[in-house]
């Protein structure tokens, strides 16, 4: 049925740059805000970038100038551009599909930057 699958996680170096990409099934992704959350070991669950269905955008203070959020309806894809990473981005980064009615989360994907 609905099916958010994320790609793209790794290992990357400081400074480096990493995207990540979530494929969406089952849904009428047009009418859908999309958004990325990132869980770190012992941390909460953080919510690091969002786009409404207009293409909006919003985006955690920590990451705001760094990180940026697309969206491609034609694919039903949402994107998350990481550059200039650090150390303290590390963690699972999770998509999230929401509208008045229902909201799904995919399972994750491992972001790891280290030297």
């Known amino acids: 049925q609905v099916q958010l699958v994320e790609s793209g996680g790794g290992l990357v170096q400081p400074g480096g740059s990493l995207r990540l990409s979530c494929a969406a099934s089952?849904?009428?992704?047009?009418?859908?805000?999309m958004g990325w959350y990132r869980q770190a070991p012992g941390k909460q669950r953080e919510l690091v970038a969002r786009i409404t269905r207009l293409g909006s955008t919003n985006y955690a203070d920590s990451v705001k100038g760094r990180f940026t959020i697309s969206r491609d309806n034609a694919k039903n894809t949402v994107y998350l551009q990481m550059d200039s990473l650090k150390p303290e981005d590390t963690a699972v980064y999770s998509c999230?599909?929401?509208?008045?009615?229902?909201?799904?989360w995919g399972q994750g994907t491992q972001v790891t930057v280290s030297s």
């Open positions: 089952g849904i009428i992704f047009s009418i859908y805000n």
């Open positions: 999230t599909g929401s509208n008045t009615e229902n909201h799904y």
